[in-house]
């Protein structure tokens, strides 16, 4: 089952603007993953925030976790064409034998045009 | 530095034919390996897990096995394939000095005829 689901499903911005994902989840988390993919491709690790943080960067990167809302959101400031690709957010339960699991969205495709 | 080798990356295979995906994970040990499928245009889906060798957990009833010979291979297998087992397939792991990150194989891409 979807745990995670990012909003928008798509996104096109032109190079140098800045894009913005979200990613909503259900159940309590110990952390929350972001990934890259390119097309036809596996997953790049991008960032991972814990629970009890509420924001990290990571050069353009900027991950932001609000665990009342049960929301995270991804921003890529000044984007490239090579930023072209999905995102997806993945999540880990607080405990339990699930913990060892991450639960992906659907990700959102960003289209950066040059 | 640790790294997963998936392959192959692309194959082509008949209905009832057999199927063996290999992924190994190098730099780091006793780490959890994962096998996860991904159909078109969605998230990811966790088929296996594994936290040890011979240790395999299924999540998803299905037409494929995976096994756990040494503690840094995942084998991902079918006896007999079914059109319905197409999809990408990625390999994953995570553990050691890297904590609950995980990181994953290019991936197999694998179409059934």
């Known amino acids: 089952s979807q745990q995670g689901e990012e909003d928008p499903q798509a996104l096109s911005i032109q190079e140098g603007e800045n894009a913005t994902m979200n990613c909503s989840y259900k159940t309590s988390i110990n952390n929350l993953q972001w990934y890259r993919q390119n097309s036809g491709r596996g997953l790049v690790h991008l960032i991972l925030i814990r629970s009890n943080e509420r924001e990290k960067h990571s050069g353009r990167l900027r991950v932001t976790l609000d665990t009342s809302k049960k929301s995270s959101s991804l921003l890529i400031t000044a984007s490239r064409a090579a930023d072209t690709a999905s995102y997806f957010c993945?999540?880990?339960?607080?405990?339990?034998?699930?913990?060892?699991?991450?639960?992906f969205g659907k990700g959102t495709k960003l289209s950066v045009i040059p | 530095s640790q790294t997963i080798h998936q392959w192959p990356a692309t194959l082509v295979q008949p209905v009832g034919s057999p199927l063996s995906l290999e992924c190994t994970v190098e730099g780091t040990s006793n780490p959890n390996l994962y096998w996860y499928r991904q159909a078109a245009g969605r998230g990811l889906q966790l088929l296996f897990y594994?936290?040890?060798?011979?240790?395999i957990s299924s999540e998803v009833p299905q037409n494929l096995s995976a096994s756990r010979p040494q503690d840094r291979q995942f084998i991902l297998s079918s006896k007999k394939l079914l059109l319905s087992d197409s999809g990408f397939y990625l390999c994953?792991?995570?553990?050691?000095?890297?904590?609950?990150?995980?990181?994953f194989g290019q991936g197999t891409r694998l179409t059934v005829v």
């Open positions: 594994s936290v040890g060798i011979g240790q």
């Open positions: 993945a999540t880990s339960p607080y405990s339990g034998a699930g913990s060892y699991q991450l639960t």
């Open positions: 994953a792991w995570r553990g050691g000095s890297q904590g609950v990150k995980t990181f």
